[in-house]
């Protein structure tokens, strides 16, 4: 057994050096990384793991993709045209994916995504899920593919991050030009009124 060490340790004293948010120097604000991502200086990670997509993946746009077989079709009996044919068959197809199914979208997609479904999103927690249904022509394989567009476009529209608006000054032409106009538009009015 080891001998314990007599000798006491120094105590640590607290630094009051604050460190600032932002770097003070261009140099140091290129330099500066945070250690979750150096990849990626200002983009906050994302919090969804990534998986490589698989060659038989469905590419839904955006580089977001979902497996076939996390693909839940039915087919139901429709009410859309087709006579009775419609009657007879099953034709009106509905598509169910689970959210967690979904592959390339972070946190901040995966919420537009929910605002973008609105009453296509079913379930809560683990089995919140998007249902798409489609019955609009009478063929089954029609329908199936309306239904996988609908989805393709709802996924990439969430994916794709919109842009802020940076609030810019007007430049001094764009002033001098709104001056003279309303100049011009004065003058006439008051030529009007001489007559």
Same mark, same amino acid.
């Given at each position: 057994? $080891?001998?314990?060490? @007599?000798?006491?340790? @120094? ?8 460190? *600032? ?16 991502? @150096?990849?990626?200086?200002?983009? *906050? ?11 038989? $993946? ?70 919140? $899920? ?25 996924? &990439? ?12 000054? @007007?430049?001094?032409? &764009? ?21």
């Amino acid at each position: 057994m $080891a001998a314990s060490d @007599p000798s006491p340790k @120094p105590a640590k004293t607290p630094t009051s050096r604050v460190t *600032p948010l932002t770097p003070a120097t261009p140099a140091a604000h290129a330099a500066w990384q945070p250690a979750a991502n @150096p990849a990626t200086p200002h983009q *906050p990670a994302a919090t969804r793991p990534r998986i490589p997509m698989p060659g038989d $993946a469905v590419r839904l746009g955006n580089g977001c993709w979902i497996a076939p077989s996390a693909i839940d079709f039915t087919f139901v009996r429709g009410s859309g045209p087709g006579g009775q044919h419609v009657n007879k068959t099953s034709t009106k197809a509905q598509l169910r994916v689970l959210l967690a199914d979904l592959h390339g979208l972070d946190d901040a997609a995966l919420a537009r995504l929910r605002t973008l479904a609105g009453s296509h999103l079913v379930g809560e927690d683990v089995e919140e $899920a998007l249902l798409i249904a489609d019955h609009s022509t009478r063929s089954q394989a029609d329908n199936r593919d309306a239904c996988l567009a609908r989805l393709k476009t709802l996924v &990439s529209m969430a994916a794709k991050r919109p842009k802020v608006r940076k609030a810019t000054k @007007p430049t001094r032409g &764009s002033k001098e030009r709104r001056l003279e106009a309303k100049k011009r538009e004065g003058e006439k009015k008051r030529l009007r009124r001489e007559f």
